[in-house]
């Protein structure tokens, strides 16, 4: 399983980036897909998840700021990000579960400026 996060940047605080993540390994489209981030210092945190199903959840923290999308032909997991604070700087992982094991891509960075 290879999960390829990219997309990440310096933004000024308001602004927007969507990330990538390409999946490999799994058979994508019945898999459960989701995106953490870490801070400097702060544990990972769940930020979105994204069903095989498609339904979709979201931490409170980005919930009408964040989208989280799926392309199964493509096999990519998408963040969508807009207005984007200081409080969502840190490494972007992509995660899956395989076989009872999580997976975690090599992160993309994101820092926001103010």
């Known amino acids: 399983v290879q999960l390829q996060a990219s997309g990440g940047g310096l933004v000024q605080a308001g602004g927007s980036l969507r990330l990538s993540c390409a999946a490999s390994?799994?058979?994508?489209?019945?898999?459960?897909m989701a995106w953490y981030r870490q801070a400097p210092g702060n544990q990972r945190e769940l930020v979105a998840q994204?069903?095989?199903?498609?339904?979709?959840d979201y931490a409170d923290s980005v919930r009408g700021r964040f989208s989280v999308s799926r392309d199964n032909v493509r096999r990519i997991v998408y963040l969508q990000m807009n207005g984007l604070q200081r409080e969502d700087s840190g490494v972007y992982y992509c995660?899956?579960?395989?076989?009872?094991?999580?997976?975690w891509g090599r992160g993309t960075l994101v820092t926001v400026s103010s």
């Open positions: 995660n899956t579960q395989y076989k009872g094991d999580d997976y």
């Open positions: 994204i069903a095989h199903s498609e339904s979709t």
């Open positions: 390994g799994i058979n994508f489209r019945h898999h459960d």
